[in-house]
């Protein structure tokens, strides 16, 4: 058994939202798996990416935003769960006035497993 602290103590910035890693990758058992808790601010946007080799899991624990399809969007609240498989291009909007959080899983992925210039061309 490995437990990890609740309590996150680096919160990183990135392209839209903000991350604390619960269990980063490299971490054993499952080397390949991230742990993350993921907020976006109201008003903000992640663009539209994909993952070459990671399923990602989305837990909704509080506030609501919107997953953005590259045809569709759909509107999340609390206690609502995504599995996104490698390939799908997705994003996120939060147009509510409270910070959304969520808890993202990231398995059979890696550091540099996101490919964001697939956005990029679709806008």
């Known amino acids: 058994m490995k437990i990890f602290s609740r309590e996150i103590q680096d919160w990183e910035q990135e392209q839209g939202y903000r991350r604390g890693i619960l269990m980063p990758y490299g971490s054993p058992p499952d080397e390949d798996v991230q742990v993350q808790v993921t907020e976006i ?3 903000d946007r992640i663009g539209l990416h994909r993952h070459f080799k990671q399923t990602e899991y989305i837990y909704v624990l509080n506030g609501t935003f919107t997953v953005l399809l590259p045809e ?9 769960l995504v599995v996104i498989s490698p ?3 997705h994003g996120a ?6 910070t959304s959080r969520f808890l993202t ?3 059979h ?3 540099d497993d996101t490919d964001w210039s697939v956005g990029r061309a679709a806008t």
């Open 93 to 98: 909007r939060n147009s509510s006035k409270l």
């Open 105 to 107: 899983l990231k398995l």
């Open 109 to 111: 992925g890696g550091p």
């Open 41 to 43: 601010q109201s008003g």
């Open 72 to 80: 569709s969007e759909v509107d999340l609240e609390p206690g609502d």
């Open 87 to 89: 390939g799908e291009l």
